[in-house]
């Protein structure tokens, strides 16, 4: 009874300070984290990596996809215990905060660590990966987001340059019209495939262009980590006065269908999201060493040239394997290569805080250094 | 005063150990000294004795043939295979365990396990045929017969190719009017000197007909040739022997060795015991003359697969086990003194192993699954040596000793795989994240099988005996929680050395990809451990547990990861040992519901609480 009576007096936030601060909360954090990271690993056979990744360590909740299409949550994600994790990191240490040089080393260590555990989060939500395929002999100021996909409206009708309007995936799933000042018409989103087949055949929904002799199957997304979805999309696009038809467009069709509206032209494609930049890399050379007799590669290498107007940069640089190049918050890595190696694939990362893992390094080290050595030190005087 | 028995019985085993490392330097006989060639093979040079050895364990999972009874060495066995196919095709080399495949060529599953050739050459349309199909299904998708017949052909295709690697083999062997390799060479420099010039007896086009009969045959050899045998400066040099017949096109003289080789092949096939002699020690002075590192090279990868450091100090493991468990009955301070100095003597044999590698591969210690076997045992025994200096109860011995025998059991098994110091792929080709990342995420490996291992030893020896006392188990406990310490340290500063090198070379610090993943398991697992410990919420018993639990998990992060053959890291998948990672991981969890029996059911309850 008395303990009872104890506990109600004592007000809920001071509670729950000791809550999140318990040592027996981070021992349930760690658990929870170990049967995370297990389930997401496992699941990597069926889903592959990337989507495995995103359902179990980029969420916040783990949902079960039920027969009927519901969704029941069945386990924290990354995000959430990461996060309970980061407070009960901070908590206990704010709420067991003496300053004692003996615990300084431990200090610095939990505060690299946390300093990890948020880098990590803050790369998932705010990292953008993309592709630069570049063949040797030319030239590439853009890459590509296979993952993601926009519908572009190329307007080409001025003689200098093209205007590439972009319409993010997202809009079109949601399916309400889209709308620009600059478009002569609006976009009329009808259905989204994430992955779909494309047949030849009667039956088409599109009734201009290509589509319309095109039939789009929905399929299962891909798992492989090498492949990608074929994206498809149906829209209408409705000028003022008229409807100018209803198109198919997909990843899987490779050139871009034209709509001729008042006698100008105009592009539309539906393609992987394009980053561009305000420089450009020449591929000058790409080698691929392998060792003698064999099939293991030795080495990749590119040689480019990097012209950026804008810094008075023009100069060559060399990325081979564990030595990426790093520009303007960007960083170029050696990824893959292709026909017949006269294509180079570099992997293209930004990421703001990229330098968090350094950081909680060295932290991590000094501070497990200064508890050695006062351990060390100690235990010598006694021995004395 | 009198030595005591146990300095006495450490002093015997080292001097065994000592004069077995002399004999394998001295006396070189023509088999050893024919081993000892150098090659090209994998990318790399080494001897004639590792090709054989490799290429042995692959076919057949052992070092030598059993023939008529008695074995044959596999330096021997390549001897046959390049210079007297037909002999070599009468040994039963190819390991066939597989029904599905044996019934797919007619055969039944008896008591027999190795085939020889001869056995499959009916076979081999219907082999290919079978291979085909199954290498058009995805790898991860084919089934167990589809994996085992795709194995067995590119064993086959191994062997031919080693055949066909000094002479091409069947009835191209010999050219018609061309008796032996010597004759062959001479014929080809002849045709090669005479182009061009007609004489009365053979007009040019017959000359030049002739010449590209050598041609076509020796491309075809070059094309089909295992390992490079023609000796130069730089590995990417060195030719096969058709290719080095077809440099000479251009007039260049031909490569020495050509020569040494036909004269080593004529004597092998005529039975000349002298002349092939005569024939490999000349070979051999050239060698030392015109290309002394690779024939040192050669040299010395021979002696280190002759002395057989690792297996050595897998026998003396077993040997440490048995002592400490000699001295829980008797003469127990002896016994433990003499385990002691046994394992300090396996550990320097170990040691001479691993640093030879290091050496001939000019590598740091781990560089694939193999070698991280090898550290891993190399890491528990130091560790378990220090940890029975300071305790002297023989618990430190006997918990790496059983590390040290168990980790070189499953390294044997991965050697036949075949090459273990094969080249290092382009994107783990930096010394520097070798060195620093791979060998302390695989030292953590070692310091937490060492506090499992001590776990086991504890519950078991708690459970079953009434000999484990407060102070043993007061010892085994600071042991245990002092090792996960060393292990939650590095396998930490491991892992994110992991991540620097993964966000040097492919961007990102973090992917979530499956080894990546084991060894976060291992870190959340000893921190667990460590915090549990540090708060009291586990007791002696619970820690125990714990302890023991890390060894799934670095089981499973080591190999099982490996067996989901996805991700960036999967670079050493293997079927067979899945059984064997269940059956481990079973029997740690039997111990763990063992250690988790009430008090009354132990053996020594008064150590549980």
């Keep these: 009874m008395s303990s009872r009576s104890r506990s109600v007096s004592v007000p809920f936030y001071h509670r729950a300070w000791t809550f999140f601060g318990s040592l027996e909360l981070t021992s349930v954090v760690l658990v929870l984290m170990m049967v995370l990271v297990l389930f997401g690993t496992l699941e990597q056979v069926h889903l592959g990596t990337w989507l495995a990744q995103k359902k179990y360590f980029s969420s916040w909740l783990i949902f079960y996809e039920l027969e009927n299409g519901g969704r029941l949550p069945v386990f924290p994600g990354g995000y959430t215990v990461g996060g309970l994790w980061l407070i009960n990191l901070a908590v206990s240490h704010v709420a067991r905060a003496r300053w004692e040089w003996r615990r300084f080393g431990l200090l610095l260590t939990h505060g690299g660590l946390f300093l990890l555990v948020l880098g990590q989060g803050l790369t998932q939500m705010w990292a953008q990966e993309s592709q630069m395929a570049i063949e040797e002999g030319h030239s590439a100021r853009y890459s590509e987001d296979y993952r993601h996909v926009e519908l572009v409206v190329i307007d080409t009708h001025l003689s200098t340059e093209d205007v590439v309007h972009a319409v993010p995936a997202a809009l079109l799933k949601k399916g309400r019209p889209i709308q620009h000042a600059s478009f002569p018409f609006k976009i009329i989103p009808k259905q989204f495939f994430q992955n779909s087949v494309l047949k030849s055949g009667s039956g088409a929904t599109a009734t201009m262009g290509v589509g319309a002799r095109l039939n789009v199957l929905e399929s299962p997304r891909v798992t492989s980590d090498d492949e990608m979805d074929t994206s498809s999309a149906v829209i209408e696009l409705v000028g003022p006065e008229k409807s100018y038809g209803v198109w198919l467009v997909s990843t899987g069709l490779e050139t871009p269908q034209t709509v001729v509206i008042d006698g100008t032209p105009y592009l539309l494609q539906l393609r992987p999201v394009r980053h561009y930049y305000p420089f450009s890399l020449h591929l000058k050379r790409f080698t691929h060493d392998r060792y003698p007799g064999t099939d293991i590669p030795k080495n990749f290498s590119s040689l480019l040239r990097l012209v950026d107007p804008e810094t008075g940069d023009d100069r060559d640089v060399l990325i081979f394997m564990n030595n990426p190049l790093r520009y303007r918050g960007l960083t170029f890595y050696q990824a893959s290569f292709g026909k017949g190696d006269k294509l180079s694939i570099l992997q293209v990362v930004k990421n703001p805080v990229w330098v968090a893992p350094y950081l909680a390094c060295v932290l991590v080290s000094l501070g497990l250094a200064w508890h050695f050595v006062l351990h060390l030190a100690r235990f010598r005087r006694r021995a004395a | ?609």
């Design chain 2, 1 to 609: 005063m009198r030595p005591r028995p146990s300095t006495l019985a450490v002093w015997g085993v080292g001097l065994v150990l000592a004069y077995g490392l002399m004999s394998a330097r001295t006396a070189p006989s023509p088999d050893r000294l024919w081993g000892d060639l150098p090659v090209l093979s994998g990318g790399r040079v080494k001897p004639l004795d590792s090709v054989a050895r490799h290429s042995l364990l692959v076919l057949s999972g052992k070092q030598s043939v059993r023939m008529n009874g008695r074995p044959v060495g596999a330096t021997a066995w390549l001897k046959e295979m390049v210079f007297q196919p037909d002999v070599a095709d009468t040994y039963p080399v190819f390991e066939i365990d597989d029904p599905d495949v044996l019934g797919s060529i007619g055969m039944a599953s008896g008591r027999q396990r190795r085939y020889r050739f001869l056995d499959l050459q009916p076979h081999l349309s219907e082999l290919q045929t079978q291979s085909e199909r199954a290498g058009a299904v995805r790898p991860q998708l084919r089934s167990r017969f589809q994996k085992a017949l795709l194995r067995l052909w590119e064993q086959v295709l191994l062997y031919w190719r080693i055949q066909n690697t000094l002479r091409l083999t069947g009835p191209d062997s010999e050219l018609p009017g061309v008796t032996g390799s010597v004759h062959e060479i001479e014929a080809y420099q002849t045709a090669l000197n005479e182009r061009g010039e007609s004489t009365a007896a053979r007009p040019v086009a017959d000359m030049s007909s002739v010449l590209s009969a050598f041609q076509a045959r020796y491309q075809t050899l070059a094309d089909r040739a295992e390992f490079r045998v023609l000796p130069a400066g730089a590995p990417d040099r060195w030719a096969s022997l058709g290719q080095g017949l077809l440099d000479g096109s251009d007039g260049s003289p031909l490569h020495p060795a050509i020569g040494f080789y036909a004269r080593m092949g004529d004597a092998c096939r005529s039975g000349d015991t002298a002349a092939f002699r005569q024939a490999l020690f000349d070979y051999r002075d050239w060698l030392g003359e015109h290309v002394p590192g690779a024939s040192a090279q050669g040299r010395r990868e021979g002696l280190f697969n002759r002395y057989q450091a690792f297996y050595k100090s897998l026998v003396l493991y077993v040997i440490v086990c048995g002592l400490v468990f000699l001295s829980f009955l008797r003469w127990p301070a002896e016994l433990r003194r003499t385990a002691y100095g046994i394992l300090v003597l396996a550990f320097i044999v170990h040691t001479g192993g691993l640093v030879a590698r290091m050496i001939l591969q000019g590598r740091p210690p781990v560089t694939n699954l193999y070698s991280s076997a090898i550290f891993v045992g190399w890491g528990s025994v130091l560790l378990g040596v220090v940890v029975e200096r300071m305790f002297k109860n023989g618990w430190g011995s006997l918990g790496s000793a059983a590390i040290g025998f168990l980790t070189q059991i499953i390294a044997l098994h991965l050697a036949a795989q075949g090459d273990t110091m094969e080249m290092m792929r382009a994107v783990l080709d930096s010394n520097f994240w070798l060195a620093t990342h791979v060998v302390t995420v695989t030292a953590g490996y070692s310091a937490t099988f060492l506090s499992g291992v001590l776990g086991v030893v504890f519950i078991l020896r708690g459970v079953f005996s009434k000999g484990l006392e407060e102070e043993a188990a007061q010892n085994l406990t600071r042991m245990v929680y002092g090792i996960v310490c060393f292990s939650a340290f590095f396998s930490f500063i491991g892992t994110v050395l992991g991540g620097i090198w993964a966000d040097q070379s492919w961007g990102r610090f973090w992917g979530w990809d499956p080894k990546e993943n084991g060894a976060l398991m291992i870190v959340l697992w000893n921190a667990l451990i460590l915090h549990m410990g540090w708060d009291k919420q586990v007791g002696r018993r619970g820690l125990m547990n714990l302890a023991v639990f890390g060894n799934i998990i670095t089981a499973l992060s080591w190999f099982g990861v490996n067996m989901l053959g996805i991700g960036l890291h999967s670079y050493g998948f293997m079927d067979k040992a899945s059984l064997w990672l269940i059956v481990f991981c079973l029997s740690q969890a039997a111990i763990i519901g063992l250690g988790a029996l009430p008090a009354r059911f132990w053996g020594s309850p008064g150590t549980v609480s």
